[in-house]
């Protein structure tokens, strides 16, 4: 295979673009990188990350007009984020209202401290304890 591969983003259909990104600055700590409005295409981009597109693999969230709600199917698994201590971060997560669907704990059969919590959309994110 030629060339260099880059991880550039990942992108997820949001029903509530303000709502999202709320969530995603206010909870995660992420930042507003750019947004896009296309209404000829009825669409609003809006990327989120850590840092700067050029050397940061980012979110892209995508709002179709008048799309509420999606159908998360199977397929999707989760978003994963590193944090420091899973167990005050969980505690901080949801004393602000954010749902844990998975309390922090060890990972079945290993010693990886795991949690995940739900975006408002319903999307899965696992946090993973990395001292």
């Given at each position: 295979?030629?060339?260099?591969?880059?991880?550039?983003?990942?992108?997820?259909?949001?029903?509530?673009?303000?709502?999202?990104i709320?969530?995603?600055?206010?909870?995660?700590?992420m930042?507003?990188?750019?947004?896009?409005?296309?209404?000829?295409?009825?669409?609003?981009?809006?990327f989120?990350?850590?840092g700067?597109?050029?050397t940061?693999?980012?979110?892209?969230l995508t709002?179709?007009?008048?799309?509420e709600t999606?159908?998360?199917?199977?397929?999707?698994?989760?978003?994963a984020?590193?944090?420091?201590d899973?167990y005050?971060?969980?505690?901080?997560?949801?004393?602000a209202?954010v749902?844990?669907?998975?309390?922090?704990?060890p990972?079945?059969?290993?010693?990886?401290?795991?949690?995940?919590?739900?975006?408002?959309?319903?999307?899965?994110?696992?946090?993973?304890?990395?001292?």
């Amino acid at each position: 295979m030629s060339g260099t591969f880059s991880y550039l983003h990942t992108m997820l259909r949001v029903g509530d673009l303000d709502r999202s990104i709320g969530f995603y600055t206010t909870h995660l700590g992420m930042k507003e990188l750019r947004r896009n409005d296309v209404p000829d295409g009825k669409y609003t981009l809006a990327f989120l990350g850590y840092g700067d597109e050029s050397t940061h693999t980012v979110l892209e969230l995508t709002y179709n007009y008048g799309v509420e709600t999606y159908d998360l199917g199977t397929a999707f698994g989760h978003l994963a984020l590193g944090v420091p201590d899973i167990y005050a971060t969980c505690d901080g997560l949801r004393a602000a209202g954010v749902k844990i669907s998975r309390e922090p704990g060890p990972v079945k059969f290993g010693t990886t401290v795991i949690a995940f919590i739900e975006d408002p959309d319903g999307y899965k994110i696992e946090l993973i304890e990395r001292k």
